[in-house]
C-alpha cells in the first residue's frame, strides 16, 4: 500500500507569499499530523487532526499558519506572507492508532 | 519542560564496528519510546518502539534497543555496522502523556568509515 505521501516535494517562494503544502495520509489512518524540520529547532511538532475532533493547534509557531483536514483524509498547511524563517522541511505523519506515527518524505520550503 | 536528550551531535565508526547511539528523555511514567531514521531527503522511517513489557526491543536493519526507566534512557545498539546505515538517528517520546504527539531529541548523525 501506498505510504504516507506530500506534495510539492520542493518549493521556492517570495517572501510575503502564501504557500500551501498538502499531505495524503495512509488509507484508513484516523490521525494526522504536521512537524517542522529545521536547522535551529530540531524536529518540532505543528498540529495534529485525530477524527472529527478539533484540532490540537497547540504547535502553531504564529497566526500565519493553519492547517484543514478535509473529509478525514488529505490535509492541507497553508503559511501567509511567509518569512525567511519559515524555510524549513515540513513533514506529516499519519496515525491509526495514536501511538505509531508514519512520516512521508517533506516538503522543502524555501522563502527568498 | 518536555525534552529529549541525544548527547552526540555526530559519531563516526568504522564499518563492521559496534553502535551505541544515545537518548535520554525528561519526563514520564509510561512513555512511548521510538528511533527513527532519516536519511538524506528522505522522510522518517521507524526503527524500533518501546510502549511496556521486555525492556529491549528489536527492530529493523539489526537494530536493537534497551529502556532503562532507572536511568530514564532508551539508547540504540547494533553489533555491526555498515555503510549503508550512515544517516540521522532521531529518538522521540510520545504516548498519552505527551498529547499522543512525538517530541524527538535533536539528531545524531553517523558516519560510517570504510
Known amino acids: 500500500g501506498a505510504g504516507v505521501s506530500q506534495s510539492p516535494s520542493n518549493k521556492v517562494t517570495e517572501k510575503g507569499k502564501d504557500v500551501e503544502l498538502r499531505c495524503d495520509p495512509i488509507?484508513?489512518?484516523?490521525?494526522l499530523y504536521w512537524y517542522r524540520q529545521s536547522l535551529g529547532q530540531g524536529l518540532e511538532f505543528l498540529i495534529y487532526f485525530q477524527g472529527n475532533s478539533a484540532p490540537d493547534k497547540s504547535g502553531l509557531p504564529s497566526d500565519r499558519f493553519s492547517a484543514e483536514r478535509t473529509g478525514g483524509s488529505v490535509s492541507t498547511l497553508t503559511i501567509q506572507r511567509t518569512q525567511q524563517e519559515d524555510s524549513a522541511v515540513y513533514l506529516c505523519?499519519?496515525?491509526?492508532?495514536?501511538?505509531?506515527?508514519?512520516f512521508g518524505a517533506g516538503t522543502r520550503l524555501s522563502v527568498l | 519542560a518536555q525534552s529529549v536528550t541525544q548527547p552526540d551531535i555526530h559519531i563516526t565508526v568504522s564499518e563492521g564496528a559496534s553502535l551505541e547511539l544515545r537518548c535520554n528523555y525528561s519526563y514520564g511514567a509510561t512513555p512511548y519510546l521510538f528511533w527513527y531514521v532519516q536519511s538524506p531527503g528522505q522522510g522518517l522511517q521507524l526503527l524500533l518502539k518501546?510502549?511496556?513489557?521486555?525492556?529491549l526491543v528489536q527492530g529493523i536493519k539489526g537494530f536493537e534497543a534497551e529502556f532503562k526507566r532507572s536511568q530514564s534512557s532508551f539508547n540504540l545498539r547494533k553489533p555491526s555496522v555498515h555503510w549503508s546505515d550512515a544517516a540521522e538517528y532521531f529518538c522521540a517520546v510520545g504516548g498519552k502523556e505527551y498529547g499522543n504527539k512525538l517530541v524527538f531529541g535533536a539528531g545524531t548523525i553517523l558516519r560510517v568509515k570504510s
Open positions: 488509507s484508513g489512518h484516523t490521525a
Open positions: 505523519a499519519s496515525s491509526w492508532d495514536l501511538n505509531i506515527q508514519y
Open positions: 518501546y510502549f511496556s513489557g521486555d525492556t
